[in-house]
């Protein structure tokens, strides 16, 4: 008997332009009983070798059929509870109907994470989708580590915008995911920054409930309209191990939470990651705050389908 055959295709995601943006890959489940392990599909995601692989259940993930399972596997840290640039792209893959999902949309659609149900809509031209992220803010006391600066020998002292040894605020977009906030005086500083051999370390217990991957989001704000509430930045997003993303919807999150809540009301920001690695990408989101606190995060960008095709299970 032939394996099974498993369809998949391939995304870049924050863009319109093929070969842009963040890939993303998106593989078909479409029996009601899920035969991949989690062992397979992680290594199905270490083959693609991008950032983020999901997949995706194409039978309801409930009795209400306007919800859709998926499952977000990194090469280096295996299933994710979120991340942004899987949940546009697919969100955009389904919406657009690339997917070939029948699913009742006029009764609104989520796609089912970990870190719970994402409601998920696409403008009326089907280019921008958008995500009503699920967002657990937390705002961390500054730290201060002498590594996170040292190591960027190619910047002075001045291009840091508190200095070479302020501490830096650390940010949390839900439980697990963290960063190290980085802003520098300059897109030419920005440029300038390399990516990290080695993961930063706090101290234990430090990001208590909120513990998990701890990454580095260099940023420098190149413009602030104030009167119509909207922040616009550049962006850079470091791993461990050298690696560098090309668009970091979570970070984004994070990121864009942390400046509205400092602002005390609504803020619109819109970021470019990914110039220096040659993927231009361009994200937005917008944040709601009540009562002083993050209360809505909407997520938004494009995408574009670049290839398709079939995969045979690995036997692991």
């Known amino acids: 008997m032939a394996p099974k055959a498993y369809p998949y295709v391939i995304l870049d995601v924050f863009t319109d332009t093929p070969y842009s943006g963040n ?11 899920d035969d991949l392990t ?15 692989t999901v997949f995706l259940h194409e039978t309801p993930a409930t009795s209400d059929k306007s919800v859709v399972k998926i499952e977000i596997y990194a090469p280096f840290d295996g299933e994710l509870p979120f991340a942004g640039h899987p949940t546009i792209g697919t969100a955009w893959y389904i919406l657009s109907g690339l997917a070939g999902i029948p ?6 659609i989520s796609l089912q994470v970990p870190a719970g149900n994402i409601p998920i809509t696409i403008s009326p031209d089907k280019r ?12 961390h006391e500054p730290f201060f580590t002498s590594r ?6 190619c910047l002075a002292p001045e291009d840091f915008e508190n200095g070479k040894d302020g501490a830096e605020s650390i940010i949390s977009a839900v439980k697990g995911m963290s960063w190290i906030l980085l802003p520098v005086t300059s897109l030419e500083a920005l440029g300038n920054l390399q990516p990290y051999a080695k993961p930063m370390e706090l101290p234990p217990a430090y990001l208590g409930a909120w513990d998990g991957a701890l990454m580095v ?7 602030r309209d104030e009167a119509n509430d909207v922040i616009t930045a550049r962006t850079r997003m470091f791993w461990a191990e050298g690696r560098e993303d090309a668009a970091t919807g979570s970070a984004s999150v994070a990121f864009a939470s942390y400046l509205a809540k400092n602002r005390g ?3 619109k920001v819109e970021i470019t990651q990914g110039v220096e690695m040659g993927r231009k990408s361009l994200i937005s989101v917008d944040v709601v705050l009540k009562d002083g606190e993050v209360s809505k995060v909407a ?5 574009v389908q670049i290839m398709q095709g079939t995969l045979s299970p690995p036997g692991v």
């Open 148 to 153: 996170l600066k040292d190591e960027q020998m």
């Open 217 to 223: 989001l260099a940023y420098h704000v190149t413009e």
């Open 38 to 52: 989690s062992a397979q599909k992680w290594k199905i995601c270490q083959e693609f070798n991008l950032s983020e």
């Open 103 to 108: 699913r009742p949309f006029d009764k609104g």
């Open 299 to 303: 997520l938004e960008g494009e995408a």
């Open 265 to 267: 009301k609504h803020t």
């Open 128 to 139: 921008k989708a958008k995500a009503q992220v699920p967002v657990d803010y937390k705002e």
């Open 23 to 33: 890939p993303l890959a998106i593989v078909h489940i479409k029996t009601d009983a």
